[in-house]
Nanobody
Framework: QVQLVESGGGLVQAGGSLRLSCAAS????????VGWYRQAPGKQRELVAS???????NYVDFLEGRFTISRDNAKNTVDLQMNSLSPEDTGVYYC??????????????WGQGTQVTVSS
């Protein structure tokens, strides 16, 4: 089992920045990918960025270089630095961890989400 807790969301003005943090606990050794997702009002949940156990990074095209995903192994956290925010970035941001255990299949875990609101 894996537990995820997101923090760092809030209300910011357009052009501002936020840093989201995802703290993982439990069977951390089983995690091979951690991703940040977001869900805007009336839209599907979508992937923002992900990082693998070996440090490989993945970003979706719409970010245009504004977001950065990173990890802190000492704290067991994965952060999402968001710069140059616009109202279109508004939504609930979720942390996701995928696990894979040899011979036992995979797991998929989600945090409760943190609200990000960008005012115009």
């Amino acid at each position: 089992q894996v537990q995820l807790v997101e923090s760092g969301g809030g209300l910011v003005q357009a052009g501002g920045s936020l840093r989201l943090s995802c703290a993982a606990s439990g069977s951390i050794r089983d995690i091979y990918t951690v991703g940040w997702y977001r869900q805007a009002p009336g839209k599907q949940r979508e992937l923002v960025a992900s990082i693998t156990r070996d440090g490989s990074l993945n970003y979706v095209d719409f970010l245009e270089g504004r977001f950065t995903i990173s990890r802190d192994n000492a704290k067991n956290t994965v952060d999402l630095q968001m710069n140059s925010l616009s109202p279109e970035d508004t939504g609930v941001y979720y942390c996701n961890a995928k696990t894979k255990i040899l011979y036992r299949g995979t797991g998929d875990y989600w945090g409760q989400g943190t609200q990000v609101t960008v005012s115009s």
